[in-house]
């Protein structure tokens, strides 16, 4: 359903009536399935990191990599902005790889699912 405001801004809402736990509106395959193979909500909706940032062998690594982008970037003309995010990721991913020879997959590259902004 499409809202228009009187000062032009155009609002998108979507109504869902959610049939099955996962939100689709039709019957779908997790909801037909045994329940020991569905996965609980609690598992859909948690964001999962790259399991090489718990590797022992970078823990002194990622300790200080967020902060080294940061320092990069702080300059940058899209920060506090929507969408920042994935500049961060992706300046994150080209000096790990670069600069410590670590090939890193962000969080949008592992939760394909969600939307990131």
């Known amino acids: 359903m499409w809202k228009t405001y009187t000062n032009g801004v155009i609002i998108l809402a ?3 009536s959610p049939l099955c736990h996962c939100g689709c509106r039709s019957q779908c ?3 037909n399935s ?4 569905r996965a609980s909500k609690i598992e ?3 964001i999962v990191h790259d399991p090489i940032e ?3 062998r970078y823990k002194i690594v990622f300790a200080k990599i967020d902060a080294e982008v940061d ?3 702080k300059g940058h003309p899209s920060r506090g902005r929507m ?7 992706e300046y994150k991913k080209k000096l790990l790889r670069d600069k410590y020879g670590i090939s890193w997959r962000s969080p ?3 939760n394909p699912h969600i939307l990131f902004d």
């Open 71 to 73: 320092e990069a970037l």
């Open 54 to 56: 718990g590797d022992p």
């Open 34 to 37: 045994p329940p020991e193979t």
């Open 29 to 31: 395959v997790k909801q």
């Open 44 to 46: 859909e909706s948690t």
């Open 83 to 89: 969408g920042f995010c994935h500049v961060f990721w």
């Open 14 to 16: 979507l109504f869902f």
């Open 108 to 110: 949008a590259e592992m």
